[in-house]
């Protein structure tokens, strides 16, 4: 077994906010007119304008029309103090912006290779949307003042609407050749998958190598190495196949049951966003939820609670509850459509 030792202390320690020239964003847009926002109060002035200041050696921020405001962080790295990231409101430029049209991997999809699986690692890249430059000519369609004066970014950052397509493209570039052979990618999730163990640790070793060489660290917290049960993208993945996560499961199953038109749209909200996600894990859900939808239509301001929405609301939640694990498709079997 190979000694993953050195590599993970060099990902620890060199992390850096540096990026690949050859990928870069924002993307075409139109002129910036209408883009310019007035000032707004925020928070206390340590908070605020704490974070403006980055770390030694970073190059993420420079003194440069978009008001911002501050969004705590967890300390991903002892060289990085704890600040607030500045968070500008980027809504106005990214309405004129030419949209990215690189598409993210359709998630159900990708876990279809995973048949044979018996042993898998989970990677998670740190401060990824950092290490992309925003292309040359385009870094002023950042800029945000404070009290401080201006800053603008010269990498990518959280706001801006082709962030996650064109980080999907950047990684998608780097691990072209083990995409769909032991690797899937979701932006900054990496899944490698193999059959063997010794096999495995070869190809954590070769994905490990090759983000090292294009400066691309990752959050060994957040790692998980060498698992036959690992959690990814909100689905638990063993050899026996895909199946819900049981913290999101037990949040279902404790829903109270709501009492107003407000409560009902969260609810049926939350429904609507957790079956999405879910939805192939429960047969006929369409079905079992129509009496609770149907609550929502009409002119009508009050909540009407009627037997059917109730035995509706039940019986979804019992559904999530005892929903099958999907084993992985055999291709080399017939499908009954």
Aim: some cysteine; overall charge positive.
């Amino acid at each position: 077994m190979k000694n993953f030792g050195p590599l993970v202390r060099s990902l620890q320690k060199n992390c850096v906010l540096g990026a690949l020239s050859t990928y870069e964003t924002l993307r075409d847009s139109h002129k910036g007119e209408g883009c310019r926002q007035p000032a707004y109060r925020g928070g206390p002035y340590h908070t605020c304008h704490g974070s403006t200041d980055p770390p030694s050696g970073a190059t993420a921020l420079r003194g440069g029309l978009f008001p911002h405001d501050s969004v705590p962080k967890e300390p991903e790295h002892p060289r990085f103090p704890l600040a607030p990231l500045p968070q500008p409101d980027y809504r106005g430029v990214n309405a004129v912006t030419v949209r990215y049209p690189y598409l993210l991997p359709l998630v159900p999809v990708a876990l279809e290779q995973l048949r044979g699986t018996k042993i898998s690692t989970k990677l998670d890249l740190r401060s990824a949307y950092n290490l992309v430059r925003i292309r040359a000519g385009d870094k002023w369609k950042t800029t945000f003042h404070t009290t401080k004066g201006h800053y603008k970014y010269l990498v990518m950052t959280f706001g801006l609407t082709n962030v996650r397509a064109v980080f999907q493209s950047f990684i998608n570039e780097i691990l072209r050749d083990m995409i769909r052979q032991y690797v899937i990618t979701y932006i900054d999730d990496i899944l490698i998958f193999s059959s063997l163990y010794n096999e495995h640790v070869e190809h954590v070793w070769r994905v490990l190598a090759r983000l090292l060489q294009h400066r691309l660290f990752v959050n060994v917290e957040k790692g998980e190495f060498h698992h036959d049960t690992i959690t990814f993208l909100g689905y638990v993945i063993s050899q026996k196949g895909v199946q819900m996560d049981e913290r999101k499961v037990e949040a279902v199953t404790n829903w109270p049951k709501p009492t107003t038109m407000k409560e009902q749209r969260f609810t049926n909200f939350t429904n609507e966003g957790f079956t999405n996600f879910y939805r192939r894990f429960i047969i006929g859900y369409s079905s079992i939820a129509s009496p609770l939808t149907s609550l929502l239509k009409g002119p009508s301001k009050h909540l009407r609670w009627t037997e059917e929405a109730r035995g509706a609301f039940m019986k979804l939640k019992c559904s999530f509850a005892t929903a099958p694990i999907l084993r992985h498709p055999d291709l080399e079997c017939p499908f009954i459509v």
